[in-house]
């Protein structure tokens, strides 16, 4: 897998090729050794990620694949030493721990989204019309 990493900073990209798949851990581990002299203080975790420059990029767990949080071969990855460079409030998240395991066909409970039985009826209840050729020849009979 074909990856562009941008350093957030100093807008450098460079190209890295990784093993497909490739965990978070493996792209996080990967950079931090490609780095000319990474700080002595700092680990291969202390790389974050962005898909937009934004957001930061979040892995449910290191060894989540980079395919399971929504980056693809060819992707231009931005990154940081700065653990503050991106916001933690990703859309990138582990799809299955945002849903509650529930029944399917059931509707989340959530007070937004209820409606009176009445207000229900309104809101899909169509205009009667009446077809006045049709009213004629009823009327007629």
Do not use: D, E, I
């Given at each position: 897998?074909?990856?562009?990493l941008r350093n957030y900073e100093s807008k450098e990209t460079q190209r890295i090729q990784l093993p497909s798949p490739c965990s978070f851990l493996q792209l996080q581990e990967t950079l931090f050794a490609s780095l000319p002299s990474p700080p002595p203080h700092l680990s291969p975790s202390?790389?974050?990620?962005s898909l937009n420059a934004k957001d930061q990029l979040l892995a449910p767990s290191p060894h989540t694949s980079l395919q399971y949080i929504g980056v693809a071969s060819g992707d231009l990855i931005y990154f940081?030493?700065?653990?503050?460079a991106f916001s933690a409030n990703s859309p990138t998240q582990d799809p299955q721990s945002a849903t509650v395991a529930q029944d399917p066909n059931q509707m989340p409970e959530s007070s937004n989204n209820q409606e009176t039985p009445g207000e229900e009826l309104n809101q899909f209840q169509e205009p009667i019309l009446i077809d006045p050729e049709i009213s004629q020849e009823t009327?007629?009979?």
């Open positions: 897998m074909k990856m562009r202390s790389v974050c990620f940081s030493l700065n653990p503050n009327q007629g009979t």
